[in-house]
């Protein structure tokens, strides 16, 4: 069985489970992942976030909107643009009125009332949809690529290793050793990278492929992952 054929296997499955779950118990986990979600450090500190608004039987992301704008954050949502088949992004500032339903049935910023964003070296945090995933960071997602390809946009976002990966990951909190850093290492701003997901779509390993981008902490109604521990 090749690699699409495995994800799209998973996919089916984790997603068949995930509706079987009660809509009292999604919301009571939702509820739970999202205050753990905003009780992070860096989101915290975070000053511009992207989202997603959830659709069906998913994680109630809009709770993280709402929390987001409540607290001051400069909130960024996707929105699918057909013709090139990437996400354009737009800030929220009123969720109620700022969007609609659009692709795919997926509620998305209206572009006659939000202001369209390109300053994707700005966003400091991104939460990110899935249908599955592991304690590693690995992702499975819905299988348009969509959030795979913005992610490649983005400045300092490609993935790296040995040195220079020991040096971000230590100026973002990933190690206790940040005290040791010379103040002449210039480490680029890179957006954290956060999943929450219930705890039924945690799995033992998802298939990677080159393209696929590991998220940095998965928040579960149970747990919060670090997964970059160990990571190169």
């Known amino acids: 069985m090749n690699i699409q054929a495995r994800k799209q296997r998973l996919r089916q499955r984790i997603i068949a489970a995930r509706d079987n779950l009660t809509p009292s118990l999604r919301a009571h986990s939702s509820k739970r992942i999202v205050g753990q979600i905003c009780s992070l450090a860096i989101y915290k500190t975070a000053q511009t976030v992207l989202g997603y ?14 929390q987001a704008l409540a607290d001051g954050k400069r909130v960024l949502l996707p929105r699918v643009n057909k013709a090139s088949k990437h996400l354009e992004l737009f800030e929220v500032k009123e969720l109620a009125s700022d ?12 572009i006659e ?25 690995g ?3 819905y299988g ?41 290492v210039s480490c680029p701003h890179r957006p954290a990278l956060i999943a929450g ?3 039924m779509q945690v799995v033992e390993e998802i298939p990677q492929e080159s393209t696929d981008h590991k998220v940095d902490w998965l928040i579960t109604e149970n ?10």
């Open 53 to 66: 608004l959830n659709f069906g039987s998913e994680l109630a992301s809009e709770m993280w909107v709402w």
């Open 197 to 199: 997901a219930f705890a």
């Open 99 to 110: 969007v609609a339903v659009g692709a795919f049935g997926i509620r998305e910023p209206s």
């Open 144 to 184: 348009g690529g969509y959030f795979d390809k913005l992610l490649a946009q983005l400045p300092h976002l490609q993935h790296v290793t040995g040195e220079a990966s020991r040096l971000r990951e230590e100026a973002r909190g990933g190690h206790s050793r940040t005290s040791g850093l010379s103040p002449t």
């Open 223 to 232: 747990e919060s992952i670090r997964c970059t521990l160990g990571r190169e």
């Open 113 to 137: 009332k939000c202001k369209h964003f390109e300053a994707l070296g700005e966003i400091d945090l991104i939460l990110m949809p899935g249908v599955a995933f592991d304690r590693k960071g």
């Open 139 to 141: 992702r499975l997602g």
